[in-house]
């Protein structure tokens, strides 16, 4: 594989603007990617390699030889295999592929096929074999790239796997928290003192993303949106005022959950936050395999969306809106509007934006009615996905996310 490259030019690389960027730039960013993602790897086989990187079977946990193998699939399938690529989001995903280099690789790789139930039963690769496949998958992207002409379509299945490759980067690095071992990632959220609430004016908002450069299919069409007057917290939640819910008996009272949130808690015998182990004198949590004293100035981390709502009704609040926080995050960075340490629960069920268009490769699209919509990103996210408009999804259960949230005024 080629060589690593200094740190700068990754950091240079590592930003939104990856979505505009041309072949130069998107060669270093696809490199930086892959390099990120092998020395997450690492961590995994000094953690799991005696075991033959076996994990329970969980709905938050996958293979981590699958996810890596996959990875390697993703670029060769939509790139050195798809005879269309040049038309970007517009080519036809039925077209037949051109043969892997790997003769199993659909059966082993391919979401349709695999489907996450039988991942764990598959003849899949060892990781020598797994890392040959990464390394000839992306030599044949980084050969394909330096001949293709500059373009938002000619170039979008290039920006795709980048972006694609670092949210499996969080992922691995998700894992690795509830597995309880350690990953090399950027430190925790920072503590930072509370500040006012901000109070937006009504206006009219462009929600999602327009043309120009690339896109995920789920942030598209861009459309007007009225806003009415607001007011949102500069900050996540933070520990010192969950704590005071749990203290206030929070998870004792059923008034302040939902029907199915209490369901929940009760089947979980939940009494505080994931990986929490004290709360109500100082935060103690596991962090990565280690317990760990959590300043109380932190936003508060693994929650579901149910605890979110559970907080927001006892403390008179409520979450806000996906339009309130992306107009938020798009223009009151200035007046002290801090994001990007844990991914934040939105009020919004997950829904395509009307006159959504579907992407070739299909992964959204089933979510839609069945999760709820978050927005930002973590500590744990590379800073090309930090885009204000980008949309995350999950079940209101998934507390194993580096997730969190704030509140506006009911």
Known sequence: MRGMFAL????????????????ELLSLALMD???????????????LAERGFVVPKRPELEPPLWLLGHLGWFQEFWI???????????????????????S??????????????RRWDLDLPDLEATRHYLVDTLETTLDLLAGTEDGDDTLYFYRLAVLYEDGVGEALVRMAQTLGFAVPVPPAPQAVPLRDALSVPARRWQLGTGPGGFAFDHEQPAHEVAVPEFEIDAQPVCWAQY??????????????????????????????????????????????????????????????AHEAQAWCRWAGRRLPTEVEWELAASTLASRGFRWGEVWEWTATPYRAYAGFAVAPWRLQAPQFGTHQALRGASFATRGRLKHPRHRASAPLVRDDLFCGFRSCAA
């Open 104 to 117: 199993s690789a659909d059966r082993w790789y391919d979401p349709r096929s695999a489907l996450p139930i």
């Open 243 to 304: 704590a005071e819910f749990v203290e206030d008996g929070g998870y004792d009272e059923r008034r302040w959950w939902t029907g199915e949130g209490w369901d929940w808690i009760e089947a979980e015998a939940r009494r505080c936050p994931r990986h929490v182990e004290q709360l109500r004198q100082g935060v103690m949590a596991h962090r990565f395999g280690r317990l760990a004293r959590v300043p109380l100035e932190q936003p508060v981390l693994h929650v579901s």
């Open 8 to 23: 700068d030019t990754a950091a240079a690389v590592d930003t939104p603007a990856i979505r505009t960027a041309g072949r």
């Open 80 to 102: 050195a295999r798809n005879v269309e690529r040049h038309r970007g989001a517009a080519c036809d995903p039925s077209r037949p592929k051109l043969a892997s280099i790997e």
């Open 33 to 47: 990617a892959r390099n990120h993602t092998l020395r997450l790897f690492a961590a995994y086989e000094a953690a």
